[in-house]
Antibody, heavy 124, light 107 residues
Framework: QVQLVESGGGVVQPGGSLRLSCAAS????????MHWVRQAPGKGLEWVAF????????YYADSVKGRFTISRDNSKNTLYLQMNSLRAEDTAVYYC?????????????????WGQGTLVTVSS | AIRMTQSPSSFSASTGDRVTITCRAS??????LAWYQQKPGKAPKLLIY???TLQSGVPSRFSGSGSGTDFTLTISCLQSEDFATYYC?????????FGGGTKVEIK
């Protein structure tokens, strides 16, 4: 069965850094694009970043561009999100999510599996 | 970015009711529209994609319709486990924007 398990969340001061990980199992990780989506406390869902199955391109929301970096290690079945220059407004539960269809470079597929999320709190 | 607008933002309903949630895109997205269900403290769950295709394992009381800019999610006979928040999402173009959510509460 498909499993996505996020880790790396915690409390960090404004301006600090954090790296999130998403360990994948139960499917051929190297065949699927992966996303990060976040949800601020009591708020809706916000897409953060996408990386295609082969890591050839990376796409970001304007709110995180230049501060966050998405990457993947297909040999370790793991997705990452490096978050730098963190702000209070980055406080959220961060989910990793899997493309429903394999081998897409762009955006034409929904997300069929999500992890349980990891909470990032940016506070002094 | 394409803006997704859901209505209503919340409402109360009773078990057995037929409920409809609307989602409007700020520009045409063909049928690149998904619906997700989220319960408190849990990750979203894919219900419908391609505007009207039911994800495997999702009960048939859920249905979706629409194309272009206007879409609906219908629950034909609301069950207790359906009380949750529902989000639409366009995947026509990046960024994959979500609607603001519709919370379905027990009357």
């Amino acid at each position: 069965q498909v499993q996505l398990v996020e880790s790396g969340g915690g409390v960090v001061q404004p301006g600090g850094s954090l790296r999130l990980s998403c360990a994948a199992s139960g499917f051929t990780f190297s065949s699927y694009g992966m996303h990060w989506v976040r949800q601020a406390p009591g708020k809706g869902l916000e897409w953060v970043a996408f990386i295609p199955y082969d890591g050839s391109n990376k796409y970001y929301a304007d709110s995180v561009k230049g501060r966050f970096t998405i990457s993947r290690d297909n040999s370790k079945n793991t997705l990452y999100l490096q978050m730098n220059s963190l702000r209070a407004e980055d406080t959220a539960v961060y989910y990793c999510a899997k493309d429903a269809h394999p081998y897409y470079y762009g955006s034409e597929t929904p997300f069929d599996y999500w992890g349980q999320g990891t909470l990032v709190t940016v506070s002094s | 970015a394409i803006r997704m607008t859901q209505s209503p933002s919340s409402f109360s309903a009773s078990t057995g009711d037929r409920v409809t949630i609307t989602c409007r895109a700020s520009q045409g997205i063909s049928s690149y529209l998904a619906w997700y269900q989220q319960k408190p403290g849990k990750a979203p769950k894919l219900l419908i994609y391609a505007a009207s295709t039911l994800q495997s394992g999702v009960p048939s009381r859920f249905s979706g319709s629409g194309s272009g800019t206007d879409f609906t999610l219908t629950i034909s006979c609301l069950q207790s486990e359906d009380f949750a928040t529902y989000y639409c999402q366009q995947y026509y173009s990046s960024p994959h924007t979500f609607g603001g959510g519709t919370k379905v509460e027990i009357k």
